[in-house]
């Protein structure tokens, strides 16, 4: 297995993506992510371009990695000036990387509008830009802006733009679709022509503007290339880069290339939701491989096979990349989706117990009524203990009322809620107010129960979603609230539905508390 050398541009080109920006220190988090899980170069940023990211390279040279290279990105030298006279190039090797990366035109067309500068000035550019970096750098990347827009339109002229790279000593020659709207076949014989005049080690950089940029990078290494540049999550500029989540499981489970380790590649996940997290984003629960979705099975004909076998609906093992099967459960569910989800909460359930048939009817009928439990697997187990009649009622609430108040026409409203609850023949009776009539409801009964049960203090609401449920009755319309609790240890779903929004809520707010009760319960329960 020949090693294919995996470069990660998250934290430059994977910060051109709209919407995304790290902090120096979340730069710093990440780059140790990716050291841990293999990663052999990372791309720490431009610093020419900004002081954020010089002060990156300074802090990162205090960080101990373990294996990774860092490498300083920037651009050729301006046309009229020496290259050791050139800020950005300067600024490189001020950066005391350990890899500089700099890209150049190869497309004529970028030459004359962006550059504006005769061809042969740009091969210039290239040549001593590349030769001065190689005397004061240890290891110099060239990345082929544009290459394969310029090789379709003038192949002569990219590839002479190759050639001066190659003579300046370039260690790798990354050729960049950089447009992102090359197809498979054409990256493909592509880089066929350019291994029979390029000795230089090649690479890939491909953007996903047509969908196929790990496909494109997939090719390429089918094709002879030995450096794989992408990002995690596939973050990038405009609709982001090669997705080294995706790249790295295909390398290794499919292709069998040497780039990670298996115990390294079992951290994928972990390093995608880690990326998410410091991006402040919702990870993409369909992504492939490391998504939540990426092994989650729905159809009632797809969880019973892959009961009987994993890989008659998966295409590899996930825990290979740190996932796990799920089995999800919906009006589309059969008998094997119910008894999965009961292995899974430690429930015996029998095919042909009679229970196992009420909850699917259960089930069918709520989802009838607009009820979902995807995204709701706490309210799930709670429905599956009151049918088998293992549910405890750690409170019940005898009633609740929510006031909402607007003073005046300028005034923001003011929200309250008053409960009363019950908890082992003690009645509590408490009112809070809140921003707006869920947070007030929410309030008041946490703290109705806080008393009770300490532990409810640990309950963070981490997200709340409301849908209207089309049956096109406007205002009048049910609608179907979920809601995402976690404590320290996890997070769980709950699910309401009602034609009043606040009902919903409530009903997926109690389920929230019940749930996080039940699950201290057993875990302070001794194990028998
Ligand atoms: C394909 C890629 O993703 S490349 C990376 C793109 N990333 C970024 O642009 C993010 C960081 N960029 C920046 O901070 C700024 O653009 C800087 C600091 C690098 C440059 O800023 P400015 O000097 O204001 O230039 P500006 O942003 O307008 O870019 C255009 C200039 O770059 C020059 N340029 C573009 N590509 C190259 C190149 N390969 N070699 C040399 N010069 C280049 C253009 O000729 C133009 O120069 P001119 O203004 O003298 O005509
Ligand atoms: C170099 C680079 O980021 C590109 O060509 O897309």
């Not at 790798?172 to 992102?180: A, E, F, K, V």
């Not at 080690?201 to 094709?223: K, R």
Request: net charge negative; hydrophobic share 35%; proline share 4%.
């Amino acid at each position: 297995m020949s090693l294919v050398k995996l470069y990660d541009t998250t934290l430059r080109d994977g910060t051109q993506a709209e919407d995304i920006s790290f902090l120096v220190e979340d730069k710093i988090r990440i780059a140790h992510k990716l050291d841990e899980c293999g990663i052999h170069y990372i791309e720490g940023g431009w610093p020419g371009s900004n002081p954020k990211d010089v002060a990156f390279f300074k802090d990162i040279k205090k960080e101990k990695l373990s294996q990774a290279k860092i490498a300083a990105f920037g651009s050729t030298r301006r046309a009229k000036i020496t290259p050791d006279k050139d800020q950005n190039l300067r600024t490189l090797v001020e950066s005391k990387a350990d890899a500089a990366t700099i890209f150049g035109k190869t497309w004529d067309f970028h030459v004359h509008e962006a550059l504006r500068i005769p061809l042969e000035e740009n091969l210039e550019l290239i040549f001593d830009s590349l030769e001065f970096l190689k005397k004061n750098m240890p290891e110099v990347f060239y990345d082929a802006e544009h290459f394969f827009d310029g090789y379709k339109s003038n192949p002569e002229y990219a590839i002479k733009t190759l050639q001066a790279a190659q003579q300046a000593g370039a260690d790798c020659i990354i050729l960049c679709d950089t447009n992102g709207g090359s197809m498979p076949y054409e990256i493909a014989a592509i880089v066929d022509e350019v291994k029979k005049t390029i000795k230089t080690p090649l690479g890939i950089h491909a953007h996903n503007d047509g969908e196929c940029a790990v496909a494109n990078s997939i090719i390429s290494v089918q094709q002879g290339i030995v450096h794989v540049q992408g990002t995690i999550n596939g973050f990038g500029e405009r609709c982001g880069n090669a997705n080294l989540c995706s790249i790295i499981p295909a390398l290794k489970a499919k292709m069998q290339r040497d780039c990670i380790s298996d115990a390294q590649m079992k951290t994928l996940r972990d390093l995608s939701r880690y990326v998410y997290e410091l991006a402040n984003l919702a990870p993409n629960k369909h992504q492939p491989y490391v998504g939540n979705s990426a092994f989650a099975h729905k159809g009632g004909v797809h969880v019973s096979a892959i009961q009987r076998h994993p890989e008659t609906y998966e295409h590899m093992r996930p825990e290979l990349v740190g996932n796990t099967t799920r089995v999800l459960v919906s009006d589309l569910s059969g008998r094997a989706n119910i008894l999965a989800k009961a292995t899974e909460f430690n429930i015996n359930l029998d095919s042909k117990d009679p229970v196992t048939l009420e909850i699917l009817e259960d089930i069918k009928s709520m989802e009838n009524r607009g009820y979902q439990f995807e995204g709701a697997e706490a309210s799930f187990e709670l429905l599956m203990k009151r049918a088998l009649g293992t549910h405890r009622k750690f409170f019940s609430v005898i009633g609740f009322r929510v006031i909402d108040e607007k003073r005046t026409e300028d005034d923001q409203p003011i929200s309250e809620a008053t409960i009363k609850v019950k908890v082992g023949g003690k009645v509590e009776h408490t009112a809070s107010e809140g921003h707006g009539p869920v947070n007030a409801l929410d309030n008041a009964l946490r703290k109705a129960l806080e008393k009770f049960y300490p532990k409810l203090k640990d309950v963070k609401l981490h997200d709340y979603k409301v849908r209207v449920l089309p049956a096109g009755q406007g205002t009048a319309s049910s609608i179907r609230v979920l809601i995402e609790s976690g404590d320290k240890e996890g997070r769980w779903g709950t699910v309401g539905v009602s034609s009043n929004v606040i009902e919903a809520s409530y009903q997926a707010l109690v389920d929230a508390i019940e749930f996080k009760l039940h699950k201290d319960e057993e875990t302070a329960a001794p194990k028998k």
